[in-house]
């Protein structure tokens, strides 16, 4: 059992009240973690102890640099120790975890290497005698809140660019897994940020809108990042609008494979299988739907099907099983909910769907229609859903016939045909003949629509994480006319 601790400028802290919460295990039901149920002046006191160490934003960029790295290797170093808890807190599979922190590892090398990166501009100015200069700056705290699924990866994205461009943060961690959230906390201050740079505070989940409420609206914070449900977001939005701080928001999905008449659909299967089951469908870039044409979709599910009772789900230690359990007994109720209600609507149901405890094997729901739930409703599960279409036109349109925006993916063996229809699908990130689930530290990351706004990763993340300010210096004589 992981005993959980805060951290707060530098220290080891319990709730101020001494509460606590636990997370069980969804498979066992024992306790994997029990962690502070922080009070809304721990909260306070996490964003005062940020706030109270500008001496990270007045480090010299390479030095930044040097502390994000040893982070990064620390975190490649740790990652038995992640790998295990993840599997307790959360339970999905061993490869998962390590997944997280190879691609979290990398997020702290590229974050690094954006310290020197970090550049202005010298504006051509009217004014003579005049120096004009555009110059980004750290903002100060950084609220960064995570969620659970990708846990190492969402946690370490959260603070990486963030503290490459000079600001402290404080994370909110999940209340599903708060251990792994608060050993990013340990893996960033063991490699010397310095205390209070980096603060973690843990909460009981009946208490995160009030905590995360009061986190925004502390002075200090100066901006925030979510990643969670578009319905929290929307939440995030609103608190961040009343208190005029900028949010970026990655949010929900429902990500579209698109498979066009002259598809390889040997290449299409595994790719929805893989982004539609990894991880038992529970990525915000999980493939829920596959929008297919009429003349291959029949062959397409027959294929999918054979490979989908491969994958089988099971306890994340257990003998054979090559997908884990999902995140609980309730998030697997729900999505079989929605596979009895699209059943009783008249969709076929082919695979899997028997369901034990927090277990769910791949379910492929096909001939799916508009009155059924699990047309619009992001499942967050190991279901994918098959719609037929009869031209590109109507695909781009079914396509985008969501709330969401954030991953998709188009196959075609023509590829101008391919960027045609990439071009017109509504989303943040389409990818041609490859799987909606791939993420890779350099890339812009991010979504349009319900799926939120503003991009993690590249250069582009820069601006979230900066103030743009014009600076200028009067070199000789100013006119006035008064
Ligand atoms: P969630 O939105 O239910 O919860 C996220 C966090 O929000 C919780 O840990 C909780 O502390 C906080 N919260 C809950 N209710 C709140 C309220 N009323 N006010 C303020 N804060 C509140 O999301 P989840 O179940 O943890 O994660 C799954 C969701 O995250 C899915 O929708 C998934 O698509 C999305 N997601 C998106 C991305 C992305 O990059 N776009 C990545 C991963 C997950």
Request: net charge negative; proline share 5%; glycine share 8%.
């Amino acid at each position: 059992m992981n005993e959980v601790t805060m951290l707060i400028g530098g220290k080891d802290c319990p709730a101020s009240s001494g509460a606590t919460f636990e997370r069980t295990n969804p498979v066992t039901g024992g306790v994997a973690s029990r962690a502070p149920a922080a009070t809304l002046a721990d909260a306070d006191a996490a964003v005062e102890a940020a706030a109270a160490f500008p001496a990270w934003s007045a480090l010299r960029p390479t030095e930044r640099r040097a502390r994000l790295l040893k982070a990064a290797d620390l975190m490649d170093a740790r990652a038995g120790a992640f790998i295990e808890c993840g599997m307790a807190e959360t339970c999905a599979m061993a490869n998962w975890y390590g997944f997280n922190v190879h691609l979290a590892a990398n997020m702290l090398r590229e974050a690094a290497a954006m310290t020197t990166q970090i550049d202005g501009s010298v504006i051509p100015t009217d004014t003579p005698d005049n120096l004009a200069l555009a110059v980004r700056q750290p903002c100060g705290v950084v609220l960064g809140i995570a969620p659970w699924n990708a846990p190492v990866i969402l946690g370490t994205r959260a603070l990486a660019m963030p503290l490459a461009c000079g600001n402290t943060v404080v994370l909110k961690a999940s209340e599903a897994c708060p251990a792994v959230h608060r050993m990013i906390g340990s893996v960033l201050h063991d490699a010397g940020l310095g205390d209070g740079v980096v603060n973690v505070v843990t909460n009981a989940p009946a208490d995160a809108p009030a905590i995360v409420e009061r986190l925004i609206a502390h002075p200090a914070v100066r901006r925030v990042n979510f990643t969670g449900s578009t319905h929290v977001g929307r939440i995030i939005a609103m608190h961040a609008a009343k208190h005029l701080k900028p949010a970026l928001l990655e949010l929900g999905g429902k990500a579209p494979v698109l498979v066009l008449d002259d598809a390889d659909l040997d290449a299409a299967v595994e790719a929805i299988a893989f982004g539609a089951f990894f991880n038992q469908g529970q990525i915000c870039m999980s493939t829920e739907r596959v929008i297919a044409h009429r003349s291959v979709a029949d062959a397409l599910v027959g294929k999918l099907a054979d490979k989908g009772r491969q994958l089988v789900a099971d306890a994340p230690n257990a003998r054979g099983a090559v997908l884990g359990a999902m995140v609980s007994e309730a998030a697997a109720r729900r999505a079989t909910a929605l596979v009895d209600d699209a059943r009783g609507h008249g969709a076929t149901i082919l695979g899997g769907g028997a369901l034990s405890g927090a277990i769910m094997q791949p379910t492929i729901v096909d001939h799916v229609s508009l009155a059924m739930k699990l047309y619009a409703e992001e499942s967050f599960a190991p279901v994918v859903t098959v719609l037929r279409v009869d031209s590109d036109d109507e695909a781009v349109q079914v396509a985008n016939d969501s709330e969401f925006g954030l991953s998709a993916a188009v196959f075609s063996r023509d590829i101008a045909r391919a960027m045609n229809v990439a071009k017109r699908v509504e989303s943040g990130i389409c990818y041609i003949n490859g799987p909606t689930v791939h993420d890779e530290a350099q890339m812009p990351f991010g979504g349009v629509k319900g799926s939120g706004y503003g991009r993690f990763g590249s250069k582009a993340s820069i601006a979230e994480f900066t103030d743009l300010r014009w600076i200028t210096i009067q070199t000789g004589p100013r006119h006035y006319p008064i």
